[in-house]
């Protein structure tokens, strides 16, 4: 079975700051994998899906990366705004179904 | 275009009774999942349907069903509710059946089992 981390749990940084949100997975021989965001009592919001032949995506002010060999994904987030402020998940598939890490949430702090 | 679609947004009904949520995925998808999200257990995956037919299945009891029409469309269902069902149920649509296309997910139906 796919385990799935997100460290760390929680992070407070203040406006403008660049930050970086870790994702790490046991079965590296994975299709993709998926950066969400969730705000508070919402759904689920998709930032970037990297596909396994590629080892980085970008969309705005974030960018994904992909090391399968070392079961490890980032999601940096530049010059960072009060509203980033959320619930990031990163989701790793397995058979036919994602596992998600339990998520970092951000605070940005004005 | 439209995104995918979940009613009601919020529910609340009693222990022992059922609840029917529904999901309309996004036009041209032809997979759609539900995933439980509690703060507990966090995200577990509880089926998947594709043409009408349920493809996989996670680890729940037979309480939690589903189906899937032929417009895609999907139904959840959850008879003899109990406490522990109160959870935010998600459904997620893709192109095709698998992980392969990533998932595009609705806003939640927030169940409150009372």
């Known amino acids: 079975k796919q385990e799935v981390t997100q460290i760390p749990a929680a992070l407070s940084v203040p406006e403008g700051e660049n930050l970086v949100l870790n994702c790490s997975f046991t079965d590296s021989a994975i299709y993709n994998l998926q950066w969400f965001r969730q705000d508070p009592g919402k759904g689920l919001t998709s930032l970037l899906l990297?596909?396994?032949?590629?080892r980085e995506q970008t969309s705005g002010r974030l960018n994904a990366s992909l090391d399968k060999s070392s079961g490890r994904s980032t999601l940096y987030i530049a010059a960072s705004q009060p509203g980033d402020s959320a619930t990031y998940l990163c989701?790793?598939?397995?058979?036919?179904?994602?596992?998600f890490g339990t998520g970092t949430s951000l605070t940005v702090i004005p | 275009k439209a995104g995918v679609t979940q009613t009601p947004r919020y529910l609340i009904k009693t222990r022992g009774q059922q609840v029917t949520l529904s999901c309309s995925p996004i036009?041209?998808?032809?997979?759609v999942s539900w995933y439980q999200q509690t703060p507990g257990q966090g995200l577990q995956f509880l089926f998947e349907?594709?043409?009408?037919?349920?493809?996989n299945k996670g680890n729940f009891p037979g309480r939690f069903s589903g189906r899937q029409f032929s417009n895609s469309r999907s139904e959840m269902n959850v008879s003899t509710l109990e406490l522990g069902d109160s959870a935010l149920y998600l459904c997620?649509?893709?192109?095709?059946?698998?992980?392969?296309?990533?998932?595009?997910f609705g806003s939640g139906t927030r169940l409150t089992v009372v």
């Open positions: 989701a790793v598939p397995a058979g036919n179904q994602f596992y």
């Open positions: 997620a649509s893709s192109l095709s059946l698998g992980v392969n296309y990533g998932y595009t």
């Open positions: 036009s041209g998808h032809r997979s």
């Open positions: 990297i596909q396994s032949s590629q």
């Open positions: 349907y594709f043409s009408e037919t349920q493809r």
